[in-house]
């Protein structure tokens, strides 16, 4: 049995040695995991070593079962030691063939509604508009009070309006870019003012708490509501083709006198009567209307010598309309099966 005893050490030796051998001559990743499989798998040859311990003296066994837990050890170590160092100096890339391919990187590509946005810009750029940019935090001034909006209006409400304090909102619309433009130049003026704004809206299918508006101001001498009807129309038929009609309706708004929503005849059915339409034949887009002369009083504009008209779009529904989607959410979702059609 003692005998037995030295054979069995001396095997475990040996396994030891070549491995370390083995070892030294892993030159790739694919060598190592090669021997790490060969040593240390289930039925590698570090594990059927332990088969051993059952063919000694029951009192030599733990010194066996002890030398073997140090041999696994080592092993283990050893192999971690080298990936460790594969990593370090980058050896790991063992095989490099100059002629394959390059992997193509991905570049991705804008949202849909910044390329919707985009495109509306361009439209108004080409006929005169400047583009000017506000703040998605607001004071409640310029959002609502310079807008003529009286501090009891429902647009005020908790339920609408996220509040930052007493003076701060996130913007309810992009109409308070309409006060800090006039505030700070004098007519004429032309220009639109794209941005982001906040609702305290529960989403579903037509309502997200973050959207997208353009807004649309003209202020000079002698502008009518002819002028805004010819502008909206261009813009229809820019985006939407030749044949689109515009459509006002009365409407209110506490910063426009007289107050309109538009519609634009609509694109699917032309004006037929479809699913999209509900069968009226028409698409509701937004509101516009005549600068009201108190909004002038606001930022000290002769209203009688100037007159203007204001118009507001959202992003999102002319993005729905123009891609068919039904679903205002998707744009938010960040799912790239989605955003990868565009
Ligand atoms: N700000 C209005 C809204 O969000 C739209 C609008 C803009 C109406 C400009 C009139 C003039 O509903």
């Not at 995991?33 to 059952?54: A, M, N, T």
């Not at 092993?75 to 030691?81: G, L, N, P, R, S």
């Amino acid at each position: 049995m003692a005998e037995n005893l030295e054979t069995i050490i001396s095997v475990i030796a040996e396994t030891e040695k070549a491995f370390f051998y083995r070892l030294s001559n892993a030159a790739t990743r694919d060598d190592l995991e090669e021997i790490r499989i060969e040593y240390l798998s289930r039925k590698g040859k570090v594990q059927s070593l332990f088969s051993l311990i059952g063919k000694v003296d029951g009192a030599d066994r733990p010194k066996i079962g002890a030398e073997l837990n140090r041999v696994k050890k080592a092993v283990q170590d050893a192999i971690d030691e080298k990936q460790k160092s594969f990593q370090r100096t980058g050896k790991a890339i063992e095989f490099f063939d100059p002629t394959l391919p390059g992997r193509t990187v991905s570049v991705g590509s804008l949202h849909p509604l910044m390329q919707v946005m985009d495109e509306v810009k361009q439209i108004f750029v080409g006929m005169g508009f400047r583009i000017e940019e506000g703040d998605e935090i607001e004071t409640d001034y310029h959002n609502f009070e310079a807008l003529n909006i009286p501090k009891h209006h429902p647009s005020r409400d908790m339920q609408d309006t996220f509040y930052l304090s007493d003076e701060y909102v996130l913007r309810t619309h992009t109409s308070p870019v309409q006060i800090h433009t006039m505030e700070d130049q004098k007519p004429p003026i032309r220009m639109i003012a794209p941005g982001r704004c906040f609702r305290k809206d529960t989403p579903d299918a037509t309502h997200s708490p973050t959207f997208h508006q353009v807004e649309g101001l003209c202020v000079d001498r002698g502008v009518s509501f002819a002028d805004l009807k010819g502008v909206v129309l261009a813009f229809a038929q820019k985006l939407f083709g030749k044949d689109v009609k515009v459509r006002f309706r009365p409407s209110f708004f506490p910063f426009t006198e007289p107050s309109a929503e538009y519609d634009f005849s609509c694109i699917f059915c032309k004006g037929q009567g479809c699913r999209v339409c509900k069968d009226t034949g028409w698409l509701e887009i937004s509101g516009a209307g005549m600068v009201d002369p108190a909004v002038f009083g606001f930022v000290d504009y002769n209203a009688d010598v100037y007159s203007g008209y204001a118009f507001g779009m959202g992003i999102e529904r002319i993005a729905m309309l123009k891609y068919q989607v039904n679903d205002i959410r998707i744009f938010y979702e960040n799912d790239l099966r989605f955003l990868k059609q565009f």
